[in-house]
């Protein structure tokens, strides 16, 4: 399986997954010129692309889709929620593109099996993705206020880990934002801080050298490194070295991540 996290952030999010059968986009939150652009940058065509999927409805990832979708005839895969609640900005897609993908459900599109699970944030039916195949597996875990244990189960085993790691708690307190926004944002269906992602990496990671990228970092009320030395201090406290037993990435809103492949891991 490969993997390249075109976009993080509340300006856009895009994640590519790659099958030997099987090119998806999950959520596609940038223009289309963008999205097109990133894939591009990474070697991959977006004609060869197979499907979307979304996680939610905010425009920080749907932005693209109507574009994507019409413009390369994508089936479109999301919960009946969700569909129900995408912005007009996104416009038509046609009857036979739109597909219901349940929330705690299995979806199998050639050789990528993707399970759904419910996420906690301020969206109609907010879900995520953790993604088999052949003996791989990739888990998504963004947009979300806070883990629980059914979270935790779905991403234990995977072998790399998109995980959110949005904002400093003192930053974002003494930051500039209104305060209803920064109670959302604090709230059980706003995004994780730095150090409520690092403690509930605690209860995931296994420390077999799984890849873990720091994602939708805010460009306000965060820092890349501080994100990093927050995770890095909490899981090495724990016992967990990083740069061995764990390897912390990065993400950015404005470029994407190297097209990664996961090896598939010997017993």
């Not at 349940?102 to 399970?115: N, Y």
């Given at each position: 399986m490969k993997y390249s996290i075109l976009a993080s952030g509340s300006s856009g999010n895009a994640l590519y997954v790659e099958t030997e059968q099987t090119r998806i986009l999950v959520d596609t939150g940038l223009s289309g010129k963008q999205l097109e652009q990133r894939m591009m940058a990474i070697g991959v065509d977006p004609t060869d692309l197979s499907a979307l999927l979304v996680t939610h409805e905010h425009m920080d990832h749907v932005k693209g889709l109507g574009v994507f979708a019409r413009r390369y005839k994508l089936p479109v895969y999301m919960n009946e929620a969700t569909w129900e609640n995408l912005p007009s900005t996104v416009g038509q897609i046609s009857l036979?593109?739109?597909?219901?993908?349940?929330?705690?459900?299995?979806?199998?599109?050639?050789?990528?099996?993707?399970?759904?699970?419910?996420?906690s944030h301020d969206a109609a039916e907010p879900m995520s993705f953790c993604f088999h195949s052949r003996g791989t597996s990739l888990g998504l875990v963004t947009d979300t206020g806070y883990i629980n244990q059914g979270i935790v189960e779905k991403v234990r085993e995977a072998d790399a880990l998109i995980f959110e790691s949005n904002h400093d708690v003192e930053m974002l307190r003494m930051g500039a934002y209104p305060w209803n926004v920064k109670r959302r944002i604090l709230s059980d269906v706003g995004h994780l801080s730095n150090e409520d992602a690092a403690e509930a990496l605690l209860h995931i990671l296994r420390g077999e050298g799984e890849d873990v990228y720091l994602a939708h970092l805010s460009q306000d009320n965060n820092l890349a490194e501080l994100a990093h030395l927050t995770a890095k201090g909490i899981l090495e406290e724990?016992?967990?070295k990083v740069g061995k037993d764990i390897h912390l990435r990065e993400t950015w809103p404005d470029r994407p991540t190297p097209l990664r492949t996961i090896e598939k891991r010997q017993p």
């Open positions: 036979e593109q739109q597909h219901v993908f349940k929330t705690q459900s299995v979806l199998e599109l050639e050789d990528l099996i993707v399970e759904s699970f419910p996420i724990e016992g967990l």
